[in-house]
Nanobody
Framework: QVQLVESGGGLVQAGDSLRLSCAASGLTFSRYAMGWFRQAPGKEREFVAG????????YYADSLKGRFTISRDNAKNMVYLQMSSLKSEDTAVYSCAADKFQLRFGVQNEADFGSWGQGTQVTVSS
């Protein structure tokens, strides 16, 4: 049974940085692409960033390039999201997700991900 547990969310001020973590278990982590999504109040969930199974390729929502960085540590079964220059519009629940299939990269659609964490709240005050 795959389990994804996010941590690191909280209340920060605009301009601050924050690093989210996602601990994965129940899968051969190093064989799965991972992604971060977010859902703001009253809005649909949106793709934030993704990383290939090896960590060699990363991809981002166009609007977030340059401020957010995704990374992973396959030895620790962890994936991270480093967020900088946070804005009030970044306020959302952030969730990590694991690809449905092994050894892929470039997946960005929700339907491509088969396992999800419960999410961690990030609130940015202006």
């Amino acid at each position: 049974q795959v389990q994804l547990v996010e941590s690191g969310g909280g209340l920060v001020q605009a301009g601050d940085s924050l690093r989210l973590s996602c601990a994965a278990s129940g899968l051969t982590f190093s064989r799965y692409a991972m992604g971060w999504f977010r859902q703001a109040p009253g809005k649909e969930r949106e793709f934030v960033a993704g990383i290939s199974w090896s960590g060699g390729r990363t991809y981002y929502a166009d609007s977030l390039k340059g401020r957010f960085t995704i990374s992973r540590d396959n030895a620790k079964n962890m994936v991270y999201l480093q967020m900088s220059s946070l804005k009030s519009e970044d306020t959302a629940v952030y969730s990590c997700a694991a690809d449905k299939f092994q050894l892929r990269f470039g997946v960005q659609n929700e339907a491509d991900f088969g396992s999800w964490g419960q999410g961690t709240q990030v609130t940015v005050s202006s």
